[in-house]
Structures are given as C-alpha cells and as structure tokens.
C-alpha cells in the first residue's frame, strides 16, 4: 500500500510515466520531485558502440556513484546555466516506449521567469551502479575534533546510499556502523555547519551501537554513561556524552570505530580515473611522501612519524563521471602532536591514531593542505568575516558621529 502511495507521488513529478515503465523512470521521477536534475554527456573514451549516452546522477557520493544513463541518446537545445538563471525550476514529460523515448525538460529561471526547454530523445535507460572505499578520503568543513568529525561524515555516508539505494549496496559491518549517526552525542560533532538531528533521528539502535564499540574498546566508563543515557536520554546528558568523546579516554574507542570502518571500506574496490590521471594522482602522492622524508618523517604513505608528531595523509577524490572537465584531487595533512611528558590515562593507547586531535595538556592538532598552508576552516572564516563586518559597522558609526 505504501509503495502504491510512493509511485502515485512520484507520478506527479514525471508527466507521462506508467506503471509499466523501468524502475530508472521512477528515479528520474524522483530527481525532479527534489529539483536536483544535472546531464552530463558521457566522456567520449568510455563511449559505446551504441552510440552516445547521456548520464544524470541520482545518488554520488565518497562511497557510491550511482546514476541514470539514457543510451544512444540526442539531445534538441540546451541545458539552462543556473547561475545566470538565478536558480531553475524544472518540470519534464516522459513519452513513447524502448527504442524510442523522448524526454521533454521545461526550465524556467527564477530570476527572469523566461523558460526554456530541451528534449533527450533515447532508446534506453539504465541505472549504473558501484560502490567504492571511502577511509582515505578526507573532508575539513569544521573546526575542532576533526578526528571525531571525520568518523561521523563517514558513518553518514554509509547511512545515505542504504536510505537511498538499499541494504543491498551494504556490507553487514556497514548495516551495523551506519546506527552510529543515529546516535546523538557522536552525530552531533557535525562536519558541516548544519546541525544533523533531522537527518538522522536519534534512536535506540544508535546507543545499542555505540554500546557494542565501547565494549569492545572496553571503555567501561562510557559504557556507564551509556547505560544511563539508555535510561534517561536527557539533552544534559546527551551534552556530556558529546563532551567525554572529546576526552583522551576515548582514545582507543575512536581507534576501534575507526578500523571497523577502514575493514567495511577496504572490502570495495577503488576508483578508477584512467592512466593519465592515475599518474597525475601518483606523483601528488610522492611529492607528499618526499616533503615528509626530508622532515625527518619515517613511515609509509599515508602514515609517518617523527619523536612526538604523527601525519596521516588524507585525500580528496572527485568521482569518476560529471567531474571531468574540472578533475580535483587533493591531500591533506592531519598533523598531530603528544608531547613525550603527557601523562596516559585510562583506556589511553599508545598506537591509536590521531591522538593530538584530543583535549588535554601537551596535546596539539593542526590541518595543513598539500602546499603546506594551515587549513583556514569553516569557523575560522566566519569568525573573519564575522570581524570585518564589526570593523565596517564601527567605521561607519564613527562616520555619523562625526
């Protein structure tokens, strides 16, 4: 009865769908309800026979790529640029059946209110569909407990493709980890300025998830604190629990967390860009791995030391399709410090990664990007931005008094 509900919806999105038509119709249908419809005409070395194909992304992120193709395709106008519309509104009609479909895309500016329209005229659509790792890539949006941050963008990103694709683009370790975001004072080390309560729900399953890591970290202090959040799953204690994954002591529950991920990620292959840019890719990596050796860094890539200070080098991938015409690889350098007189508290570990990223005395974490420049974060920049406002605001306060 649900689904029923769910295709009538949807119907109203994509004029002309029918019940009889491929499940891709229906997330096409699906991308216009949420206005997130992009083509891209696919690069011409990974053309078929067939002829062209035109591609639109339905769900693409660090761990999926999943897209329409529509093949053998032609298309009659143009794409509206959305900048200079001030943003689009789209609506789109589906007629004729295999072989000969045609796709009829109305775009009207937000700004001018001019519209416009293109039509794709296919003989078939398909979805294509793979998952790849995602525990070496690294994104520093916010300030502050990057380590934790980066744990939760993780987590998230499992969480999406199993609520937009399904459990079967899903490892069981990764059915049991994506619970982690339902669990509040770890979703809420957010890694976007936005708050993340409504995308993920707190529930019960999150706490039992954390529950199952603590134990196996046997950090018998949060699992106490679990026990009683279980209980009475306040806001206060909810803070405090946010507070405590801050503290040194969680040392060896992040590092736990952290290798379960990596075990669920390393089970998909990586991606593949093609020889030119894999080169490209591999040169970047060396240039890193040399600035770290001639530091006095010991160790292999991605993971060097140096007496107190540890680097793990983290990366940012584009995807394989839509992001051709301006590729963008990145690395960064998570740097942390433990001074050698900083006492070791329970459930402290020695090997765990990151540890400067910690609060305590003698520890310290920095973000450099690949030319060695401190990362300017999210927070930061508000913060200038934030200054500058009060500096205009003052002067101008000043100028009316005078």
Known sequence: MEAVKVREELSEYLDGLQEQMPLAFWKLAEIFKYQVFELCEEPEEKEEESGKSYLIPYMMNDAIED???????????EVAAEEQAGGLE??????????????????????HGEETVFTLHFEKIRESRTCYQYHEIGHF?????????????MAGTIYDKFAYVGE???????LELLRLVEFAPFRNWSPVR?????????????????EQFAAMAQDRGYLALLRLYRRFPSRSLERWLTRALTDPSREQLYETILQAVEAESGTYEKRDYGTAFHQKIAEKRKQAEQKLIRAGFTGTYPEYHRGEFEVIILEEHPFTVMEWDHFQFRIYYMVSQVKRQTTIGKNCHRQARNRGFFRGRGRNSWI??????MLQTESEKRC???????????????????
């Open 67 to 77: 897209y329409l193709v529509l093949e053998n395709c032609r298309m009659v106008g």
């Open 168 to 174: 079967e683009v899903c490892t069981e370790g990764e």
């Open 194 to 210: 936005e708050s993340l309560e409504e995308k993920y729900p707190a529930t019960y399953e999150g706490i039992a998830c954390m």
């Open 368 to 373: 450099f990007t690949e030319d060695g420049k």
């Open 141 to 153: 949006w916010m300030e502050g407990q990057e380590q934790w941050r980066r744990l939760v963008y």
């Open 384 to 402: 200038k931005i934030e200054k500058q406002n009060k500096k205009k605001t003052d002067r101008e306060k000043t100028e009316k008094e005078q």
């Open 90 to 111: 789209l609506s789109a009609r589906i007629s004729g059946k295999e072989g000969a479909y045609v796709l009829v895309v109305r775009q009207k500016s937000l700004l």
